[in-house]
């Protein structure tokens, strides 16, 4: 970088003393793990849901079965499993400390009720990774700013509720905050030579993996490239490039081995705009429920099948469909399936470019929620949901007491960050800066229509370094008013 940080450092603060907060950092992590463990491995009062892992966690860890049961048969551990719509990694970490452990996944003879027990040595180890990229992470900005700046950047990244919950839990957060941070670490290496940025995008193509999310973050890391070296950013880009199109490319070679169609964009990107926010476009612009919207949709789809004379298992009742995707379990092969989704997928932006007003304010009120920090997230996910409590956590008491007290904790955090943009522009690190800001603004542009303030946590891990440099500055003006 052009113009590091000149200030002297404070001599109380030292490396040492930071590894020590990341330990602590990492003991606290598994002391919440094992809380989390004796209270909530458990069933719900049907004896049969487990109270941590559900939803999408269910479908990673079932997922997971598969990989480990097609392994034992002799099968490539790349090569087993089942097609999977989304995020394939998190359940291949999952087998691999299946098969590692001896942990069995399910209860003998069931493919659905979860084993009890023998999950806490998975999140001691997924909260170890991100610990340890910590320590990466330090060596690499103690090079750039002061070590009392380095110093509140950790405890921010060790400890600040929205991010420390999901080590916790087995969401893909954890393991994904760990990869975000080895790229940050290899990016303010500022380096253009051709291994170090291939390997940037290797890592961003194992990202992707992670989370779908991290399918265009090259995108902002290239706009960066071409402002930190200019004429020299085609190398740095192009090794970038290769490195992330190699893994998406592997991505590709699996679905085709699965499905004979080449692909690797996750079909829950084909849907998921349409679900969670095009359905509720067109409900607001007819002024009608989502219910009602939806079996509008439903005779459409109904529609678009017999157009496309599309062939269907036997059992499927065509005229009493309600389901929008009911359909999809009696369709006879992947690329009828894949058909559907690519029709989802235009029908999704259809209703939003036809609907530019409301579009615009749906997508507005969305993206304030979506900011909003949540450090309660996993612990109500638990206890409340996990347990199945009615009425459903978003319309309880406990998440109306809560909504004050999340906005305010969100506007401090926002305050000393305020202080923390300041301080770059008072160095003149423009190109940290740009960084750090394209990184926050890729997952609001890209997920804030979603209005979940889960999808937000990864910008969390780039607000860590405007709420360390923040504080300092803050607390270093009284100092100077003094002198």
Aim: hydrophobic fraction near 45%; aromatic fraction near 20%.
């Amino acid at each position: 970088m052009n113009n590091y940080f000149s200030y002297k450092d404070n001599s109380y603060f030292t490396l040492k003393k930071i590894f020590v907060l990341i330990f602590l950092g990492w003991i606290f992590s598994i002391a919440l793990s094992s809380y989390y463990i004796i209270k909530y491995d458990k069933y719900t009062d049907n004896g049969y849901t487990h109270v941590m892992l559900k939803d999408e966690t269910w479908r990673i860890w079932h997922q997971a079965t598969k990989i480990v049961e097609d392994v034992k048969k002799g099968k490539n551990f790349f090569l087993a499993g089942d097609i999977t719509f989304t995020k394939p990694l998190p359940e291949r970490i999952v087998a691999i400390y299946s098969l590692l452990s001896g942990h069995k996944i399910f209860e003998e003879g069931t493919q659905y009720k979860i084993n009890l027990g023998g999950k806490l040595p998975f999140l001691i180890i997924q909260s170890l990774a991100y610990y340890l990229a910590l320590v990466y992470l330090v060596l690499k900005i103690s090079k750039i700013f002061p070590i009392e700046n380095c110093f509140y950047i950790v405890f921010f990244l060790a400890f600040e509720h929205t991010i420390f919950q999901y080590h916790s839990s087995f969401w893909s957060e954890s393991f994904y905050f760990t990869l975000q941070i080895f790229i940050l670490g290899l990016l303010f290496n500022n380096s253009y030579k051709i291994s170090d940025n291939l390997f940037v995008g290797i890592l961003v193509g194992i990202l992707f993996l992670q989370r779908s999310a991290g399918i265009f973050y090259l995108v902002p890391i290239i706009i960066y490239f071409i402002f930190s070296f200019r004429s020299k950013s085609i190398k740095p880009i192009v090794a970038s490039i290769i490195g992330y199109t190699l893994i998406v490319f592997l991505l590709g070679i699996y679905n085709y081995k699965k499905t004979d169609i080449f692909y690797f964009f996750p079909s829950e990107g084909k849907r998921d705009v349409y679900f969670y926010f095009s359905i509720p476009v067109l409900a607001q612009k007819e002024k009608i429920s989502e219910a009602e919207i939806r079996k509008k949709e439903v005779q459409r789809i109904r529609k678009w099948l017999k157009d496309n004379n599309i062939e269907l298992k036997d059992g499927f009742d065509l005229a009493n469909m309600t389901n929008i995707l009911g359909f999809m379990s009696f369709v006879k092969d992947e690329k009828t399936k894949a058909k559907f989704y690519d029709y989802i997928n235009k029908r999704q932006y259809k209703i939003i470019f036809e609907n530019p007003l409301t579009t615009t304010k749906l997508a507005m009120k969305k993206i304030f929620h979506f900011v909003v920090l949540d450090p309660t997230h996993n612990y109500y996910y638990n206890e409340h949901r996990g347990q199945n409590k009615k009425p459903i956590f978003i319309n309880s008491k406990a998440h109306k007491k809560w909504i004050p007290y999340r906005i305010i904790y969100t506007l401090l955090i926002y305050f000393v960050c305020f202080f923390g943009l300041i301080y770059f522009f008072k160095q003149k690190n423009y190109q940290l800066l740009l960084l750090l800001l394209l990184s926050i603004f890729y997952y609001v542009i890209l997920l804030g229509w979603m209005g979940m303030t889960r999808l937000y946590v990864p910008s969390v891990i780039y607000l860590s370094f405007f709420f360390g440099n923040g504080l300092v500055l803050l607390m270093n003006l009284p100092k100077r008013k003094t002198t």
